[in-house]
């Protein structure tokens, strides 16, 4: 019988686990720059003649706001956890990397969400000079997910608002070194793409919080009558 009253609970978990952010990855790579909120030059191989690289990240989540980081990684050692917060539903995000010439090797860079889940990861090479990368530039990368949002959102920004924070790498204290963030926002107009996903949400949640009020108003009446009925015996 108390197997009975644990059912509920394990209801209530499966409904709150229901409510949890999901956060889908539309666009995770590496590149030259980002210009205008898009990177520019996505590549998997870099000149020690650049000023920087970057990781630009293109998510959609239902839950705001929350967070995401980026972990990158130098020859398999990680040097840097960059956090992100993620504000609307629909958001861009980067962090960049200062290059050095000592920074010659392979890395990667890893996506995880809030609770430090890897959901993407991504390679590239550092090269000395230029000559060795020739070609390289403007090839893209193969996108996570192949879905775009919608080009009227890359004309938005004239109100975006940036924010910088600076992170310093932990293995070296070269204080010139480091990895630096930057967040921009898409405004609440481009919401409007996406409205009837939120409705389609929004209906889905007040479905299964009709059903669980249901279950209790029929659930602990029914169980309180048979207790009765079996002390009644």
Not at 68 to 85: D, Q, S
Not at 123 to 145: M, P, R, T, V
Not at 179 to 201: A, V
Request: glycine share 4%; with cysteine.
């Amino acid at each position: 019988m108390r197997g009975i009253y644990l059912l509920p609970v394990l209801l209530l978990l499966v409904f709150s686990y229901s409510f949890a952010s999901k956060i889908k990855v539309e666009q995770f790579v590496c590149s030259e720059n980002v210009v205008n909120r898009t990177p520019v030059n996505i590549s998997k191989t870099f000149s020690t003649e650049l000023d920087k690289v970057y990781c630009f990240t293109k998510v959609k989540t239902d839950k705001t706001p929350t967070y995401i980081y980026h972990i990158w990684y130098k020859n398999g050692k990680r040097i840097a956890e960059i956090k992100l917060n993620i504000k609307y539903q629909f958001y861009r995000t980067w962090s960049y990397k200062t290059i050095f010439p000592s920074d010659i090797g392979n890395w990667k860079v890893e996506l995880l969400d809030s609770n430090k889940n890897k959901i993407a990861e991504t390679y590239f090479k550092i090269l000395a000079g230029s000559s060795q990368i020739d070609g390289n530039k403007d090839i893209k990368e193969q996108e996570i997910f192949s879905e775009e949002v919608n080009n009227k959102g890359e004309e938005l920004g004239k109100n975006s608002v940036e924010i910088s924070n600076n992170k310093r790498l932990e293995d070296t204290p070269n204080k010139d070194k480091e990895i630096n963030s930057k967040e921009e926002f898409i405004e609440d107009s481009f919401s409007y793409q996406t409205s009837g996903n939120k409705l389609q949400g929004f209906i889905s949640k007040g479905f299964y919080l009709v059903l669980l009020i249901i279950f209790y108003l029929v659930f602990f009446p029914t169980v309180y009558f048979l207790n009765r009925k079996v002390h009644l015996k």
